[in-house]
């Protein structure tokens, strides 16, 4: 069991032969950066479902075990995985074995509910060994009243009946702690007034800053009791994500016009997740004029990954630049548009758009396969007025092409004139996935452009591209001496090869030079 070895309880160990824990990298690499007291168990209920899970907890007699939980103080994150047998054989020892196993279940979420250190707590439903989540949240119902130090409640794949939504609601109404975040995921069955029942209890808990409903049929009644709870809680995130075969989401106009109403009225969130929820067309309409129209609310980021899209028909073009022109004044740091029906005549609007938006540094276009190569051509040609956007993503489009290449390279730097490479693009640094990008001089005119200092950009690749050009070269000898100095000091460090043919360029200048030093040694000698 992992512990932290600044803890006053580090010497708090397992009392028996079992090591129930299994940690997940990226997750506590997440909780590392946002929390320096962090220590985690990673249970999964099933043995076959990942090799590195090597055993199956509830071969664990936690009736006996109980303090490997309860009693370690130092646990701060736990995360406890669905049951879902893989094999025949698995399946048919777990039926045999069904009765004793989930009272072996209940014994170790009670040993959980005994932990009042916890601060993550995630619990994926155990119904495939007759343990339903009711039971579950039954028996952490005390814990989450009474464990003051719980930060975040993730509950997933389960049926939310009326009386788990009770259960459920009576506990966050009741909470000790500073819970500010509450997420369910695959939860069949949420009906409005299910969800009605959690955001009334949530209303009482003032810290909760993050909600997810990932993965979850919403339907225009749990719309309509979102809309009102963008209105009533201080939340800076909301997440509403359909899985990736985008079957979830029920919702129409109708819904989404609710929820769009109460985010006109909204002034705290920050972060909008709708990535693979189909929203449609109509529904991204609403949502960027909820966002244009409410100059309180100062969202950072929003993702509509495969949301403003429609089996049926496409966006027009019309559509996605009335879209655009909404968000052209917000202030947004990170869109997400990747896996819409974007196509070439959509580019130009949406790079106006884009070049409108002074906050925004990241862009998600990961998989737009309607555009082709002359569409992101202009997509890069049009990019090169732009001073905000530092990161774009585009995987899974056409962009190694030699004439996308020729685009993104004038974009960055266009070295007809000094003019023209003073109004290039001195900020995108980072185009992913580079490596499809075969220029090399692309990827060095990116790595100049992470330079904080844009106008020493500017000047670096005007020395670069047009002074040490051959053709250009002549120009050096007409160039003002206040400026010729930095000229040479960029070739000393990083042209030297380049001396010469400066040399070659400007020759009276040094010819001029040496005269100036022998009759400055002269006087020397006469004093």
Not at 91 to 97: G, H, M, T
Not at 362 to 372: A, P
Not at 421 to 444: R, V
Not at 493 to 522: C, D, F, M
Request: charged share 25%.
């Amino acid at each position: 069991m992992t512990s932290n070895n600044n803890s006053d309880d580090a010497s708090v160990e397992s009392s028996g032969p079992y090591d129930p824990c299994d940690i997940d990298e990226e997750v506590l690499e997440y909780i590392k950066a946002n929390d320096p007291d962090w220590v985690a168990l990673y249970v999964t209920f099933n043995g076959d479902a990942n090799p590195n899970f090597r055993f199956d907890p509830l071969s664990i007699d936690w009736k006996r075990e109980n303090s490997a939980i309860s009693e370690s103080r130092h646990i701060k994150f736990l995360e406890i995985r669905d049951l879902q047998q893989q094999t025949d054989e698995h399946y048919l020892y777990c039926e045999r074995n069904k009765e004793d196993r989930v009272e072996n279940a209940k014994a170790f979420y009670r040993s959980v509910a005994a932990n009042r250190s916890l601060k993550y707590l995630a619990v994926e439903g155990n119904i495939t060994f007759g343990l339903e989540m009711k039971d579950t949240v039954a028996i952490l119902r005390p814990f989450v009243q009474s464990n003051n130090k719980l930060r975040s409640l993730q509950l997933g794949h389960f049926t939310m009946d009326a009386r788990t939504a009770q259960t459920l609601a009576s506990a966050l109404s009741n909470c000790a702690g500073s819970l500010n975040s509450f997420g369910l995921k695959r939860c069949d069955g949420l009906t409005g007034r299910a969800m009605e029942k959690i955001i009334n209890a949530m209303k009482v808990q003032t810290n909760i800053a993050e909600l997810r409903l990932d993965e979850i049929d919403i339907d225009d009644d749990v719309g309509i009791v979102l809309g009102v709870a963008l209105t009533t809680l201080s939340l800076k995130s909301l997440s509403i994500q359909g899985d990736y075969e985008m079957r979830f989401g029920s919702i129409s106009e109708a819904g989404m016009e609710a929820i769009c109403e109460g985010l006109s009225q909204n002034s705290t969130l920050e972060t909008l997740d709708f990535r693979r929820f189909p929203i449609g067309v109509n529904g991204g309409l609403c949502l960027a004029a909820a966002i244009s129209n409410n100059s309180a609310l100062a969202l950072k980021e929003l993702d509509l990954t495969c949301a403003v899209h429609s089996a049926q028909y496409s966006p027009s073009p019309l559509g996605w630049a009335i879209f655009f022109d909404f968000l052209s004044n917000s202030t947004l740091q990170n869109l997400q548009l990747g896996g819409n029906n974007i196509t070439d005549d959509v580019i130009p609007d949406m790079v106006e758009c884009l070049n409108s938006m002074t906050s925004l540094t990241q862009l998600n276009l990961w998989k737009c396969s309607d555009v082709t190569t002359s569409g992101w051509s202009d997509f890069f040609r049009l990019l090169k007025n732009n001073k905000s956007l530092r990161k774009c993503q585009m995987y899974v489009n056409s962009i190694s092409n030699m004439s996308v290449a020729e685009a993104m390279s004038s974009a960055l730097c266009d070295g007809t004139s000094v003019e023209s490479i003073f109004s290039s693009n001195h900020t995108l640094s980072s185009i992913i996935p580079l490596s499809f990008i075969k220029n090399p001089g692309i990827k060095l005119l990116l790595k100049m452009n992470e330079n904080d200092d844009k106008v020493e950009v500017a000047r670096q690749k005007i020395i670069k591209y047009y002074f040490l050009e051959e053709n250009n070269l002549h120009e050096l000898g007409r160039m003002d001496l206040g400026l010729l100095p930095r000229v040479l000091g960029y070739v000393d460090k990083y042209e030297p090869t380049r001396l010469y043919e400066l040399v070659r360029a400007i020759p009276s200048l040094i010819h001029s030079n040496e005269e100036v030093i022998g009759t400055k040694r002269k006087r020397k000698r006469r004093a």
